[in-house]
Nanobody
C-alpha cells in the first residue's frame, strides 16, 4: 500500500506559475507510473499528465506546452510545474500511482488518492 500527499497549491494570477508536489510513503514512487489529475468545481476528475517509471512523460492537450511533470526518486516525490496558468486551470490537483496507461500514455488511475491541493487562477 502507498500513501500520497500533495502540496504547494495556492492562488496565482493568470499567466503566472506554480509548482505542486506529491510525496509518497509506504512504497517508493519508482515502482509506479504516476499520474496527475484535477477536479474543477462541479466537474468530474480529469487526467492531466503522466510520468512513467522510465521518465517518459505524456500530457493532455489542454496543458501541453505549459505544464511539465518531473520526479526525484531519491526524494520519493513527483512534481508538476505549471506555467502560463489560465483561470480554467483552477481545480484541486491530485497525484496517483497508476493502474496502467492507455493510448500511449494517458493514465488509468489506481486506488490510492491523497487529499489533493487547491490551485486557483484569478483572471
Amino acid at each position: 500500500q502507498v500513501q500520497v500527499a500533495e502540496s504547494g497549491g495556492g492562488l496565482v494570477q493568470a499567466g503566472g506559475s506554480l509548482r505542486i508536489s506529491c510525496t509518497a510513503s509506504g512504497r517508493t514512487f519508482s515502482d509506479y507510473d504516476i499520474g496527475w489529475f484535477r477536479q474543477a468545481p462541479g466537474k468530474g476528475r480529469e487526467f492531466v499528465a503522466t510520468i512513467r517509471r522510465s521518465g517518459s512523460t505524456y500530457y493532455t492537450d489542454a496543458v501541453k506546452g505549459r505544464f511539465t511533470v518531473s520526479k526525484d526518486n531519491a526524494k520519493n516525490s513527483v512534481y508538476l510545474q505549471m506555467d502560463s496558468l489560465k483561470p480554467e486551470d483552477t481545480a484541486i490537483y491530485y497525484c496517483n500511482p497508476l493502474r496502467g496507461v492507455i493510448g500511449g500514455g494517458r493514465g488509468v488511475p489506481g486506488d490510492y488518492w491523497g487529499q489533493g491541493t487547491q490551485v486557483t487562477v484569478s483572471s
